[in-house]
């Protein structure tokens, strides 16, 4: 029988179950929880994060990808009004 994680999806991510880190109950939740999509943000640290790079480079790698998976330009699009939006908060 399959049991159900009492951790469902967050905002498009989801949590590792608990039943798959072999516990069956509820794990406390640390500061920073562990998503399924933390692996590729880790990986993109560990094999880029000394390198500096301009927006426009940033601008037309998320082109490039967009082209290569449309299915993913909403997300995408969020990203970029995100990053470019980041500062408004302390403008106001």
């Known amino acids: 029988m ?3 994680s009492p951790c469902g999806p967050l905002h498009g991510r989801t949590r590792i179950p608990p039943i798959l880190t072999g516990r069956n109950v509820r794990p406390s939740v640390p500061e920073h ?3 399924f999509t933390d692996r590729g943000i ?3 640290a560990n094999r880029r994060g000394e390198e500096e790079v301009t927006f426009e480079w940033l601008a037309e790698r998320l082109r490039e990808f967009v082209d290569l998976n ?3 330009e909403i997300p ?3 990203l970029a009004t ?3 939006r980041l500062d408004d908060d302390e403008d106001e």
């Open 2 to 4: 399959i049991r159900r």
């Open 33 to 35: 929880p562990l998503y």
């Open 42 to 44: 880790e990986e993109l």
């Open 70 to 72: 449309p299915e993913f």
């Open 76 to 78: 995408v699009e969020r």
């Open 82 to 84: 995100w990053l470019a």
